[in-house]
C-alpha cells in the first residue's frame, strides 16, 4: 500500500528592524537579559502599543516579492493565553485580516522547480526567552515584542526534502531583500509543519497533526520524516490518526504527544483595541514596489545576459546574494568574467566550504581577486602560485601583488635560467627521454615535473613546454 | 481667608503667585487636613507626607528662580491607578502589592511639567470595576456628606477627598461613568472627555476602547484647566486623537444664549428617585433662563446600553488583567508547584470577587461559540448607540439628563446584588460607548442633604461646549459653596471661591 504525504509549513522570520515591533526597545542580538525592555513588552501597568511602521514595511516587501495580495485594510488581534514567555499573556497577532493574502514560492528539489503556494503573511510579536537552569527557570524579555513575519502555506509539499527546500528557498529571497538575516544561529528563522498521509487512490486528506520545536532545518527533516513514519505505520495497523499538536525532541529524533485538539486552546481572538487598523493606499504599495531589491531569478538572467556567463555559472552565482555581489565587484575589475567565476566557483567555495564560513567572512577582497587574475594572465605568476596566494589572501587579505614579492613567488619566464634547469631534467634523466622518443607521454610529464622542482614551482610551465619539446627535437 | 485647603486650584495658583504663602503652607494645611478628616473618610489609600512635603519645597525653590508653570506647587491627588513614577500604584487590589511605577502616565508628566504636585494616592474600585467604591482590596470610603453612604464609583476616593477639602482637585478615570457618578454623588464637578482626547499611556486599562482620565474638582473652571494641560495627541497612544486642543478656559461664558439643550426622554424615566428628578428639573428651567432653548430628544437604544457596556468592557478588561500573573511584578503567591499552579494560586488570592467575575464574563463573551452572539452583536449595537447620539447632536448642542437615578445609597446597599450594582451605570455608560464627552455639575441637594449632580453631554471633542453649558450654570447657582465637614451641614456661609 502506498501513501501519499501532505504538508504545510509555518515559518516564522525575525525582520531585520532596529527597534521592537511595539515600542522603542532595540533588538540587538547579544544583550545581557532583560536589559532591553521598557514597560510596554514587559506589560507593565498601563503600556500601550504602538505599531513599528518599519515592520509593516518589511511584510509588504515580501509580500510583493512572492506576488501575494496586498491587503489595503489589515488590522491587530488579541490571542489570549497564559504563559510565563508571555509579557501581557496575549499575543498581538494578525488572526482574519493579515498584511498579505496568497503569493508563491518556487523551489527546487530532486532538480525540478515546483511551486509552493502561500496563504498567507502576517505580522506579530515574539515572545520571550525561557531558560531552564537546575531547578529554575528564569525569563529573558529583550526578545518579547520582536516582530515576527509569518508566513504560512498552502498543503503543497509532498516530502520531508521538498519542506527542506522550501525553507532555503524564502531565506534566500529575505536575504536579498534585506528583509532578515535568517541566521539560524541567532534565531532568525523557525518553523512548525503540519503533516497528514493517505492512502494512494483517496481523494480526501488524512488526519494532519502539527509538530513544533524544530530548531534546525535538519531537524525539520528529521522530524517529518519520523512523524510520517509513525502515521503510516499507524494507518497500516488499522488505527486512526489523533489530530494533536506533538513536540519535536531533537535528541532522540522522534515526535511525542503535546496536546490534543480537545484539550487546544480557545484563543479567544478579538480586535486590539489599542491599536488602529493598517490602511495602505495604492501610492504606497506602488512606491514600496519600486523599491524591490533584484530577486535571485532576475540576477541570475542578468548575471548571464551582462557578464556572457553559462546558465550553469549564473546559477551558482546567483544563489547566495552575496557571492554574487562579490562576483560582480571582481568583475568589474578583471579583463574576463568567466575567469573570475571560475575562480569563485573552485577555490572560493572549496576553501569556504572547509572552513564552514559565508563568503563576506573571508579576508580576500573582490579587488584582490581581481588583482591576483591580472597577475596570473600577464604571466608574472603561474597557477600552481596564483592558488598558494590565494589561500593566503583568503586567511589573511593583502594585496596579491605584493605576495608574490613576499613569497617569492614571481614566475621564471627568462628564457635562460629555464633552458639551464630544461637540461639538466633532459641530461639527469637519460631513460625517461629514451622513453619519451619511443612514444610514451608520461616520460614528458615527468621531466616536467622536474623542471617544476628545480624552479621550485616557478617556472613558466607554457614556455618550459615548448623549450623542453626544442631540447627533445620534437 | 479660606484655608488653603478649601481653595481651587486656580484659587490656589492665583494666592500663590500674589505671595501669600508658599506651596510648603499649602501642602503642609492640606496634610493637616488629610490627617483631621480622613480617619473617617478613607478616602486616601496612602499619603507620603515626607515626599508630598519635598515636593512643595521643590515648586517653592522653582518659583524663587522665576518657573512659570500653570500648577506651579499646587498639589492634585491621584486615582490609584494611574502610574506616577516612584509612587505606589496598585489599583485598589492586592494582587499589585509592591508594584511602584518605573514611569510617569503621559498625562502625569504633562502635568508635572506644569509643576503640579502629586500627594496622595485615592481610593477607587479594585482595577476600577465597581460604582461605589466598596470593591477596594483594602478600605471602604465614606460619602463626606453622610458617613454611612457610598462616594459612588469607581473614583469614590477623588470624590470624597476633593468634596471634604482634603485635596484641592483630583484625578479619576471614567469606563462607564466612573468620574462622573462620584462628582454627583460627593457634590463636585467630574469630567469624563472625549475618548482619545487624553492619553491612556500609564493609565491602567480596564477597558481599553472606553477608559478616559478625567479631573473631579471643585469647580468647572478647574476642570477645564486640567484638561487643557493633560489633552492633546500623545505618540504613546495609538487611540489618543490629532485633533487640535482648543482654549478650553476662553469658552467659559456666563450665559447660554442660543444653545440648545436637549432632554433625552429616555432618561426621564419612573425610576429616577422624585427628590433627584426635581433638582434636574430646576437645573432646565435655570438653564432656560439662562438664555437657553429646551427641546425633547429620544435616544432610542439606551435601554441597551448597559448590557452592551458590560460585555465590551468584561472582554477587553479580561485580556487587559491577564497580565497580572505573578510572573514580572507585583503579587506571587509562594511555593506554586509550576506555572499554572502559580497563575491559578496568585490570580485568586490577588483579586477581589468583582474583578473575577469581571474577568470570566469577558472571557465567556469572547469563546468559541459565543463571541458571534455576545461580543459582536454588542460591537453592533454599539455602533446604532453612537448613531443615535450623531442624530440628536443635529438638533441641539448639548443635552442634559440625571447622573444617576438616586442620591448616594447606603453602605453594602447594593452589594448583594452585582446586577442591581450594574445599573448605577444607566445614564452614564452610553456616554462611553459612544466615545462623547460628558460632565456632572453639582445641580442641588436632597432633604438628606446629599448632593445631585447635572450630567451634561456633548458631542466628540465638544467639550467646549458642555464647560460653558457647566459653568453658566455653576456661576448663577451656589450649590458648589456649600460644605461639609464631618458630615454635617455647614452654616451656609459665604465664601470667597
Known amino acids: 500500500m502506498n501513501y501519499l504525504t501532505t504538508i504545510g509549513l509555518e515559518v516564522h522570520v525575525q525582520l531585520q528592524t532596529r527597534t521592537k515591533m511595539f515600542c522603542a526597545c532595540r533588538t540587538d542580538f547579544g544583550a545581557a537579559p532583560n536589559t532591553q525592555v521598557c514597560p510596554v513588552c514587559l506589560g507593565y501597568p498601563g503600556a500601550l502599543p504602538v505599531i513599528n511602521q518599519e515592520a509593516i514595511r518589511l511584510t509588504v516587501m515580501t509580500g510583493l516579492m512572492v506576488g501575494s495580495r496586498i491587503n489595503p485594510w489589515s488590522k491587530f488581534d488579541r490571542k489570549n493565553y497564559f504563559y510565563p514567555d508571555m509579557p501581557k499573556n496575549y499575543q498581538i497577532t494578525q488572526f482574519d485580516q493579515p498584511l498579505c493574502i496568497g503569493g508563491a514560492v518556487e523551489i527546487d528539489c530532486r532538480g525540478q522547480t515546483r511551486s509552493v503556494r502561500l496563504t498567507r503573511i502576517h505580522l506579530e510579536e515574539d515572545v520571550a526567552k525561557n531558560m531552564h537552569i537546575r531547578d529554575q527557570s528564569r525569563v529573558d524579555f529583550n526578545r518579547a515584542g520582536h516582530p515576527l513575519m509569518e508566513i504560512v502555506t498552502e498543503p503543497d509539499m509532498h516530502s520531508p526534502e521538498e519542506a527542506f527546500a522550501f525553507l532555503l528557498a524564502p531565506k534566500q529571497i529575505l536575504v536579498y531583500g534585506l528583509i532578515s538575516p535568517c541566521n539560524l544561529e541567532e534565531g532568525n528563522l523557525r518553523c512548525d509543519v503540519n503533516c497528514s498521509v493517505r492512502p494512494e487512490g483517496q481523494t480526501t486528506l488524512g488526519t494532519k497533526t502539527e509538530i513544533k520545536n524544530m530548531n534546525t532545518f535538519k531537524g525539520v527533516h528529521q522530524a517529518l520524516t519520523h512523524e510520517i513514519q509513525r502515521q503510516v505505520a499507524a494507518l497500516a495497523a488499522g488505527e486512526s490518526i489523533v489530530q494533536e499538536t506533538r513536540r519535536f525532541d531533537s535528541d532522540r529524533g522522534v515526535t511525542e504527544s503535546m496536546r490534543t485538539k480537545e484539550d487546544a486552546h480557545d484563543y479567544r481572538y478579538f480586535p486590539d483595541p489599542d491599536l488602529m487598523p493598517v490602511t495602505l493606499t495604492d501610492e504606497q504599495i506602488e512606491a514600496w514596489k519600486s523599491m524591490l531589491p533584484e530577486l535571485p531569478r532576475q540576477r541570475c538572467e542578468r548575471l548571464e545576459r551582462e557578464y556572457a556567463l553559462p546558465a550553469y555559472d549564473a546559477k551558482v552565482l546567483s544563489a547566495d546574494k552575496y557571492v554574487a555581489d562579490f562576483f560582480e565587484e571582481a568583475a568589474r575589475g578583471a579583463a574576463n568574467p568567466k575567469t573570475v567565476s571560475n575562480w569563485i566557483m573552485t577555490e572560493m567555495m572549496r576553501l569556504l566550504a572547509e572552513k564552514e564560513l559565508e563568503i563576506r567572512q573571508a579576508k580576500i577582497t573582490p579587488r584582490a581577486l581581481a588583482g591576483l587574475i591580472g597577475l596570473l594572465e600577464s604571466h608574472a605568476i603561474n597557477s600552481a602560485g596564483a592558488k598558494t596566494i590565494f589561500a593566503v589572501l583568503f586567511e589573511k587579505g593583502g594585496d596579491p601583488a605584493e605576495l608574490v614579492g613576499q613569497l617569492g613567488l614571481a614566475q621564471v619566464s627568462d628564457t635562460g635560467a629555464l633552458e639551464a634547469w630544461v637540461r639538466q631534467a633532459v641530461e639527469g634523466n637519460p631513460k625517461s627521454v629514451s622513453d619519451y622518443r619511443s612514444g610514451k607521454e608520461a616520460a614528458f610529464k615527468f621531466l616536467m615535473g622536474q623542471i617544476m622542482r628545480f624552479s621550485k614551482g616557478k617556472a613558466n610551465p607554457q614556455i618550459v613546454q615548448d623549450l623542453l619539446k626544442k631540447q627533445l627535437g620534437v | ?497
Not at chain 2, 476633593?162 to 479619576?172: F, H, I, K, T
Not at chain 2, 447622573?403 to 453594602?412: D, E, K, N
Open chain 2, 1 to 497: 481667608m479660606p484655608a488653603w485647603n478649601e481653595l481651587t486650584l486656580h484659587g490656589a495658583k492665583a494666592r500663590l503667585d500674589h505671595g501669600d504663602g508658599a506651596s510648603r503652607d499649602l501642602v503642609g494645611t492640606l496634610l493637616g487636613a488629610i490627617r483631621a478628616r480622613d480617619p473617617q473618610i478613607q478616602g486616601y489609600l496612602e499619603v507620603d507626607e515626607a515626599d508630598a512635603l519635598r515636593q512643595a519645597e521643590a515648586a517653592d525653590a522653582l518659583r524663587k528662580k522665576g518657573g512659570k508653570g500653570k500648577l506651579l506647587g499646587v498639589p492634585i491627588a491621584i486615582k490609584d491607578l494611574l502610574n506616577v513614577q516612584g509612587q505606589s500604584c496598585r489599583c485598589a487590589s492586592r494582587m499589585l502589592e509592591g508594584y511602584r511605577s518605573p514611569y510617569d502616565a503621559t498625562a502625569i508628566a504633562r502635568l508635572r511639567a506644569e509643576g503640579a504636585l502629586f500627594v496622595g494616592r485615592a481610593n477607587m474600585d479594585e482595577f476600577a470595576m465597581g460604582s461605589t467604591t466598596e470593591n477596594s482590596a483594602f478600605q471602604i470610603t465614606h460619602n463626606p456628606w453622610d458617613l454611612a453612604r457610598v462616594p459612588g464609583g469607581s473614583s469614590g476616593g477623588s470624590g470624597a477627598v476633593v468634596a471634604a477639602d482634603e485635596a484641592l482637585a483630583a484625578l479619576g478615570s471614567d469606563t462607564g461613568g466612573s468620574v462622573r457618578l462620584p462628582a454627583s454623588f460627593c457634590g463636585c464637578v467630574g469630567l469624563k472627555p472625549t475618548y482619545g482626547r487624553i492619553s491612556r499611556y500609564g493609565l491602567t486599562a480596564f477597558a481599553s476602547s472606553l477608559d478616559q482620565i478625567g479631573p473631579l474638582t471643585k469647580d468647572i473652571r478647574d476642570a477645564a484647566l486640567l484638561l487643557q494641560i493633560m489633552a492633546g495627541h500623545d505618540d504613546m497612544d495609538s487611540t489618543s486623537s490629532p485633533a487640535p486642543v482648543p482654549d478650553y478656559t476662553a469658552s467659559l461664558r456666563k450665559d447660554l444664549k442660543g444653545m440648545k439643550l436637549g432632554l433625552p426622554k429616555e432618561y426621564f424615566i419612573d425610576g429616577v428617585e422624585p427628590e433627584v428628578a426635581h433638582c434636574i428639573q430646576q437645573a432646565i428651567r435655570h438653564c432656560e433662563g439662562l438664555g437657553a432653548t429646551i427641546v425633547d430628544v429620544s435616544l432610542p437604544m439606551t435601554p441597551y446600553a448597559i448590557a452592551t457596556y458590560y460585555i465590551i468592557a468584561c472582554a477587553e478588561a479580561s485580556a487587559n488583567l491577564a497580565r497580572f500573573d505573578g510572573v514580572r511584578y507585583g503579587f506571587r503567591v509562594k511555593d506554586a508547584a509550576d506555572p499554572l499552579d502559580m497563575y491559578r494560586r496568585t490570580r485568586a488570592a490577588g483579586f477581589g470577587s468583582e474583578v473575577k467575575r469581571r474577568i470570566i464574563l469577558g472571557a465567556y463573551v469572547l469563546s468559541s461559540g459565543y463571541y458571534d452572539a455576545y461580543y459582536v452583536r454588542a460591537q453592533k449595537v454599539r455602533a446604532l448607540i453612537r448613531a443615535d447620539f450623531d442624530k440628536v447632536f443635529q438638533a441641539c448642542d448639548a443635552l442634559l439628563t440625571p447622573v444617576a437615578p438616586t442620591a448616594a445609597y447606603r453602605l453594602g446597599e447594593k452589594t448583594a446584588d452585582p446586577l442591581q450594582m450594574y445599573l448605577s451605570d444607566i445614564f452614564t455608560a452610553s456616554v462611553n460607548l459612544a466615545g462623547i464627552c460628558a460632565l456632572s455639575v453639582p445641580c442641588g441637594f436632597t432633604s438628606a442633604n446629599l448632593p445631585v449632580g447635572l450630567q451634561i453631554v456633548g458631542p466628540a471633542f465638544g467639550e467646549e461646549t458642555i464647560l460653558r453649558a457647566g459653568y453658566a450654570y455653576e456661576q448663577s447657582t451656589d450649590w458648589r459653596l456649600r460644605k461639609t465637614e464631618d458630615g454635617r451641614r455647614k452654616a451656609d456661609t459665604r465664601r470667597q471661591p
